[in-house]
């Protein structure tokens, strides 16, 4: 009894500092556009998850995420494969026929999957400022959504994969067995799929808040360990 009674004062009663070890989080996020992106809007970031490995001078992330466009009124062009084929002039090898359809308002969504280093320039006890650097890729997909549209499975969606790659600061504030970091990221991302959308070139003012848990750490191990 008297060791479950430490055991559980050793995982509930550290001190709100920085502390080395593996966290687990979930995180919130937005990407604000700054170009002819504009035309899909905000890119929201419903949840995310992470993975990270916090040490004294710098930590190492890895991030996985959903997100959704704001706006959906710009034309897209989708196309519906009819089954048929043709011979093009002077070549020996049959291509698919295609349809194509137009749709004014559609979604865009996509995913991510981020590698992040993070190095610490400013701190005290419960209070950390870092230069953040984010590298990783990105799928984007456009959904046509006029009626006619919406609900047909023989249309192709739009789809693209791109690289993504962001710089900035990133705030941790830790507090028992956990922390709250807050990141402003300058971000490089053009979701374009040429000759299907308009031009949707510009970056991203990227800005996003998680919250983690401590999953284990060196010196909580080595307590646990004289335990039994």
């Known amino acids: 009894m008297k060791r479950k009674l430490t055991l559980f004062f050793l995982l509930f009663s550290l001190?709100?500092?920085a502390q080395e070890g593996f966290y687990v989080g979930l995180g919130i996020g937005a990407g604000l556009p700054l170009g002819e992106n504009r035309t899909t809007g905000v890119m929201?970031?419903?949840?995310?998850?992470?993975?990270?490995?916090?040490?004294?001078?710098?930590?190492?992330?890895?991030?996985?995420?959903?997100?959704?466009?704001?706006?959906?009124?710009?034309?897209a062009?989708?196309?519906?494969?009819?089954?048929?084929?043709?011979l093009p002039p002077g070549e020996f090898?049959?291509?698919?026929?295609?349809e194509y359809f137009t749709s004014n308002?559609?979604?865009?969504?996509?995913?991510y999957v981020l590698l992040e280093y993070e190095r610490y320039f400013l701190g005290a006890d419960d209070y950390q400022l870092g230069a953040l650097l984010s590298l990783g890729i990105g799928n984007v997909t456009f959904s046509p959504k006029d009626d006619f549209l919406k609900d047909r499975k023989d249309i192709d969606?739009?789809?693209?994969?791109?690289?993504?790659?962001?710089?900035?600061l990133q705030n941790t504030f830790y507090f028992n067995r956990g922390m709250a970091?807050?990141?402003?990221?300058?971000?490089?991302?053009?979701?374009t799929i040429e000759n299907r959308t308009p031009s949707l070139r510009?970056?991203?003012?990227?800005?996003?808040?998680?919250?983690?848990?401590?999953?284990?750490?060196?010196?909580?191990?080595?307590?646990?360990?004289?335990l039994f």
Request: zero cysteines; aromatic letters at 10%; hydrophobic letters at 35%.
């Open 15 to 17: 001190t709100a500092v």
């Open 44 to 75: 929201i970031t419903p949840i995310s998850l992470l993975l990270q490995d916090k040490g004294i001078e710098n930590s190492l992330t890895i991030l996985a995420g959903f997100q959704i466009a704001t706006k959906n009124k710009y034309p």
């Open 77 to 86: 062009l989708y196309q519906r494969p009819t089954g048929t084929y043709k």
């Open 93 to 98: 090898t049959p291509v698919p026929e295609y």
């Open 105 to 111: 308002k559609n979604a865009l969504s996509g995913g």
């Open 157 to 168: 969606k739009n789809q693209k994969n791109q690289a993504i790659l962001a710089i900035g």
């Open 181 to 191: 970091q807050l990141s402003l990221q300058y971000g490089l991302q053009n979701p």
């Open 202 to 226: 510009g970056n991203y003012l990227i800005l996003r808040l998680s919250f983690s848990s401590l999953w284990f750490n060196s010196l909580l191990m080595e307590d646990i360990e004289e």
